[in-house]
């Protein structure tokens, strides 16, 4: 009897995570699975974690204590992504029902420990760490996001920031040939997608494995693809951001006005125990490139506060540096550490009350900054890309070219579908969103 194959697939993590989810679904549907909405419903359920902090990786185990119970019906658990990798097989002495963990980079096999699987094998591992050199490739990619098409160009990371798992959870440094890249950029845009973003977790230590162009060359050659209204690329490492990238956004107008740039601190001290390979100095003049570019690139960062040893002066240093630049968008993280990463054997010198009250003093700094920064579009026509409704204010949410986030009355019965790009005049403005009216 031919028996009806389901799983459930829950992701956690940023957003290569989310996109290896959309490749995973692909790989489960060719392999005769059906999807489905709730564990309840699956024979196979899935987790895609994440480890980046503590409590990120505390929310898998919490799921799978929340329902192991429906191992007794037979059901079957696999946890994926970078918790797998980081925690290998010690998951089945935590969790003995769960009968697969595989991390990324080891997706491609992925058919082949399914068929493990279904014989009835209990542990069945996919842990290939940084011994590959293979990406993930799969012409079967299940996109889920309506109006967004991701591509990753580089998977893995050979940065080592001593306070990261990402290298050990990723596995090494390994890009896409630009002509692969480019075949499923022209692939997405012919499908109807508008929205392209470049995913990696260093996008700018791209190497073309066919020597034919750099990342700046691979950004605008996307950026031309018929049919392609906005390419966005995400994460910028400040060491190999290079100005050929400002200049290519400057060219190619498809290239959103918006550069991620994390810098972590503002402190030269700090940086240099986070092992980030760039000074306060060097990083500020990529900031200064991006400032003179010809149109308004908005900026955004990532920030750690509490690193070990990081003194009162070396936050104010960072808090500083937000001055200084003026960004539109900050993601703020209380140090985690984090297993076997250097920064694991530095004293974490910081409590954790002075690691809350330092990160609220950003964040009260931030929302300053921004409140500035977003009330200078009122008045504005800004192109809005269409991603749903927002049903609490009964408005329609999209997103600007620069990433901002608008909301906007909508007069006619039938909202616009996501992806529609509008034309929106704006009327009001908060430290992180956008009103307005479509003209
Ligand atoms: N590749 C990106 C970062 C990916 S992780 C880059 O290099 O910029 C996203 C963010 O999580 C990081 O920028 C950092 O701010 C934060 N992060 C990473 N490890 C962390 C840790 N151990 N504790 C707290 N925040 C961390
Ligand atoms: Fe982590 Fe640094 Fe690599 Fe970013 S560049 S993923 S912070 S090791
Ligand atoms: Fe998390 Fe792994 Fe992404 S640790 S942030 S899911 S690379």
């Given at each position: 009897m031919a028996t009806d194959k389901t799983f459930y697939l829950e992701t956690f993590g940023c957003q290569m995570n989310a996109h290896d989810s959309e490749k995973v679904i692909g790989t489960l549907r060719q392999q005769g699975y059906r999807q489905v909405e709730s564990e309840e419903d699956a024979g196979l359920i899935l987790y895609n974690t994440c480890s980046i902090r503590d409590k990120a990786e505390q929310k898998v185990f919490h799921r799978l204590n929340d329902y192991k119970?429906?191992?007794?019906?037979?059901k079957r658990f696999g946890v994926l992504g970078c918790v797998a990798q980081q925690e290998g097989e010690k998951i089945f002495e935590r969790a003995?029902?769960?009968?697969l963990v595989s991390g990324?980079?080891?997706?491609?096999k992925l058919p082949e420990m399914l068929m493990r699987l279904e014989a009835g094998e209990n542990r069945i591992t996919g842990l290939d760490d940084r011994q590959t050199d293979e990406t993930f490739e799969t012409e079967f990619t299940a996109r889920q996001n309506p109006y967004r098409g991701y591509i990753t160009i580089i998977e893995g990371c050979d940065k080592f920031c001593s306070f990261c798992i990402v290298p050990y959870t990723r596995g090494k440094e390994r890009s896409r040939t630009s002509s692969s890249v480019l075949n499923e950029a022209r692939r997405i845009a012919e499908f109807g997608y508008t929205e392209i973003q470049l995913l990696g977790q260093n996008v700018n230590s791209y190497r073309d494995p066919e020597g034919k162009c750099s990342f700046a060359q691979l950004l605008a050659a996307v950026g031309q693809v018929p049919g392609i209204r906005r390419v966005r690329f995400t994460t910028s490492h400040p060491r190999d951001f290079t100005r050929d990238i400002v200049d290519a956004i400057d060219q190619v107008p498809?290239?959103?006005?918006?550069v991620h740039l994390?810098?972590?601190?503002?402190?030269a001290r700090v940086l240099q125990k986070m092992a980030r390979q760039y000074t306060p100095g060097w990083y500020l003049e990529k900031i200064a490139w991006i400032k003179a570019a010809k149109r308004p690139i908005s900026l955004s960062t990532d920030i750690i506060v509490g690193f070990p040893g990081e003194t009162a002066d070396d936050f104010i240093q960072t808090m500083d540096l937000l001055a200084e630049v003026q960004y539109d968008c900050v993601f703020a993280f209380k140090y985690s550490a984090r297993p076997n990463t250097p920064a694991l054997t530095m004293i974490d010198t910081v409590p954790d009350e002075e690691k809350n009250r330092r990160l609220q003093a950003l964040l009260d700094r931030q929302r300053e900054i921004q409140r500035v920064n977003y009330s200078r579009h009122i008045g504005q026509v800004i192109e809005v890309m269409v991603e749903g409704a927002n049903s609490a204010k009964g408005q329609i949410a999209g997103r600007s070219s620069q990433n901002k986030p608008v909301n906007f009355n909508w007069p006619q019965p039938i909202a616009p579908a996501p992806g529609a790009y509008l034309q929106v005049k704006i009327t009001n403005a908060y430290p992180n969103s956008l009103v307005g009216e479509a003209v």
């Open positions: 119970r429906l191992h007794k019906e037979g003995p029902y769960v009968s990324s980079a080891s997706y491609r498809t290239l959103c006005d918006h994390p810098v972590q601190s503002g402190s």
